[in-house]
């Protein structure tokens, strides 16, 4: 099935839309050449492993989805008592992954981009589980926030549905989470994740089957009261006179509509993509599930044994979104969560240009929402920034070996580095690791956020320790090291506006044996610059010690004192 066009918009200014405009230039990917390229995207969600592959076609843009593979692994299932993944599930998952591994090699693909959800971000061993993916695979799957999760699913149901900028609905039900999402093709206007799913109501709340009727009607009121705040927050995005269409996405409620399909067409269309069916035949579907046992209800055309056992949790969740929105009927879109890592991956990757250009800047305005909560002095974070891009360049390729992605994490920890102080002065390096940590940034993946936190955490005082507890946190070696390598850069990009006046107007490093020399020109000849050059002076040990080198500050060509 050939993808819909990507959707294209320009969205109305505001100050953050205009703060980023001039970082563009700095942060766009390098042009790439056009020619098709061949992605695999892996889902690894509560209940499944889903992998699509598709080739990219760029100059369209837009993509083929050439394979579809998927597993029932049930990572869900965890351990009542603790919370924990199970050995048994996690080993299926792997099992999984190693198949999907295995065709995405055989059609050639030249990356796997995988994405972790609920069941992983939630329980106490999901790091240990992708540390031992990592370790056995050498696969690194990526862990999102369910916010992130809403924004990727958005951009899936957008590159296969024209939403003609009218407003529309989108739910997703997967095993550990519901997302809902309000857009019109532009910018979400919500995105919201509710821990609320087909595996994890089954397993919290249904303990008869055929369910009883005290177990159904909690279950009923325990989902209408899980989601109240959710439509409240999305209704009020609502303008007067609007009236949204819903799109749903993902098994469930696939399941649901092929149910309906083969009843009402006798057959069940294909693609699915567009289907609709209404409320009222919902609550017949429902009130039917819930009457059958287990047995029986895997017994439907096109039921499998998995989905049976948790379709009557998850036909709740629908029914009762559905009545608290207001809204009659849902049409079904194909694309989802998969496809949405794919077009995200396209926008990191330069293929898209001017479509979706609002979606493909979402980290960056996302970084400068968080500054601007924070009252961030973002014209000191835009000069630091400047300053360690400026490092990173003239380092990479002799020091470093770092890309485009690791550079754009080193921009975002320069423009938040000082949002501590929204809290106190005293330890504010440490408050400036909180607040990014746990500020929603959209558009960046749990071990990114964490890697610009850690980084941002470490540009005054001491520099990454293991015993440090956010440092630790970091589940990936590479991006340990990343922070390691980085915030020596950033510590000097904060030196060189010391006292935050723009007194610098540039930065040069000249290579010697055993030696950089930084050369910094000021912007007043009678300038001396001592408090900058002081501060150089006293952040350059962490430089020194990671790369092995000393480093000397010169102020228009005369060393400094020393």
Known sequence: MRASPVLCFSPASSMI???????????????????????AAIDVGTNSIHMAVVKVEPAIPAFTIIAREK????????????????????????????????????????????TATSAVREAPNGQTFLHEVEKELGLIIDLISGQEEARRIYLGVLSGMEFNNQPHVIIDIGGGSTELILGDGHEPRTLSSTKIGAVRLTAELVHTDPISNSEFNYL??????????????????????????????SGTIETLAAIHAREKLGLIPSPLNGYQFSLKDLREITNRLRKLNYSERAAIPGMSD?????????????????????LEEITICERALREGIVVDWMLTHGLIEDRLRFQGSVRQRSVFKVAHKYHVNLE??????????DLFDQLRGRLHHWSEAERELLWASAVLHNCGHFVSHSEHHKHSYYLIRYGELLGYTDVEIETIANLARYH??????????????????????????LSPLLRLAVALDRRQIGAIQQVRCE????EIRLHVTAVDPEDDCELELWSLNLKRSCFEEIYGLKLVPVLEGVPVKR
């Open 380 to 389: 000191h974070g835009r000069r630091v920034a400047d300053f360690a891009l």
């Open 220 to 249: 009923q009121a325990y989902v209408r009261g899980m989601l109240e705040r959710s439509v409240e927050e999305l209704n009020a995005q609502v303008q007067p006179g609007e009236h949204p269409r819903l799109v749903g996405t």
């Open 511 to 514: 290579y010697l044996p055993q």
């Open 306 to 326: 998995r989905r049976s056992e948790i379709i009557v949790a998850g036909a709740v969740i629908l029914q009762e979104a559905m009545t608290l929105l207001g």
């Open 71 to 114: 597993a029932t692994v049930r990572l869900g299932d965890r351990e009542p008592q603790t919370g924990r993944l199970t050995p048994e599930a996690m080993e299926r998952a792997i099992v999984a992954l190693r198949r999907c591994q295995e065709i995405a090699k055989t059609l050639n693909a030249e990356e796997i981009v995988a």
């Open 460 to 485: 005054r005082k001491s520099g990454p320790k293991k015993k440090h507890d956010s440092f630790r946190s970091i589940g990936s070696k590479k991006h340990r090291r990343v922070v390691e390598q």
């Open 17 to 39: 839309d205009l703060l980023f405009k001039s970082e563009e230039s700095r942060l766009a990917p390098l042009p790439t050449p056009k020619q098709d390229r061949i992605l």
